[in-house]
């Protein structure tokens, strides 16, 4: 079972609506993240947050807006997004360490569809 | 710039032997990590090298040559399980993950 949980698997938006995703670690982790994974394409990094505080915001559209309240929780608000917005979106944790690379450890991801 | 190549997709034979391949060109390396992804599933991790060399966890090894920016994944004794996505990600002098489009493993009875 994965130490980090993602909710809904599964959402169908149309372009006006307001939708947020939910991410829970249970790993007590410090640092979370959110990709966007489309087909044959890599992985896309989104947003991560480093000891609940912003460190990178990749250039991605306002239309995305993420919050993390403590370092268990992530949220990816949406709103009034494109159909090229459809993706797996996926959130990852890990522990960040005094030097020296991080494993992340993803969720399951949420499939996005956008009419 | 940034780059991390690997095939796209590649087929083999249950039993058998396969070597993914990836290519890097990371400012600042700090490792490279091979992740599983069967589909519709989280990314799992597989194994992370930051030294040369070879490095063997049961059926999977993990390859590493920094002068050459190459590394390569070999999987034994195939099993039909092992059909899965498998992404390659270097890591810069950020530590900051910089991925591959993965690259589809197919395998056949």
């Known amino acids: 079972e994965t130490g980090v949980t993602q909710t809904p698997r599964h959402l169908v938006m149309g372009m006006t609506n307001k939708k947020s995703l939910k991410c829970e670690q249970h790993l007590g982790h410090n640092a979370m993240y959110w990709y966007k994974q489309s087909a044959k394409k890599p992985l896309e990094l989104m947003f991560v947050?480093?000891?609940?505080?912003?460190?990178e915001n990749n250039s991605v559209p306002s239309r995305f807006s993420p919050e993390c309240p403590n370092s268990s929780h992530l949220f990816l608000h949406l709103h009034t997004l494109q159909p090229e917005d459809s993706a797996l979106y996926l959130c990852?944790?890990?522990?960040?360490?005094?030097?020296?690379?991080?494993?992340?450890?993803f969720g399951p991801g949420t499939r996005l569809t956008v009419l | 710039g940034q780059n991390i190549d690997q095939p796209t997709e590649m087929t083999a034979t249950e039993g058998a032997i396969v070597q993914i391949n990836c290519t890097y060109q990371t400012s600042g390396f700090n490792g490279l990590f091979w992740y599983q992804q069967h589909a519709g599933e989280a990314p799992t991790f597989l194994s992370y090298n930051v030294l040369d060399g070879l490095e063997e966890k049961g059926r999977f090894s993990s390859f590493l040559s920094r002068s050459k920016g190459y590394s390569y994944l070999l999987l034994k004794e195939l099993q039909m399980k092992d059909s899965a996505s498998y992404l390659c990600?270097?890591?810069?002098?950020?530590?900051?993950?910089?991925w591959g489009a993965g690259t589809k493993l197919i395998i056949k009875p």
């Open positions: 947050y480093s000891l609940e505080e912003r460190v």
């Open positions: 990600a270097s890591t810069d002098s950020n530590y900051q993950l910089i």
């Open positions: 990852a944790s890990s522990q960040v360490p005094r030097g020296g690379a991080d494993t992340q450890y």
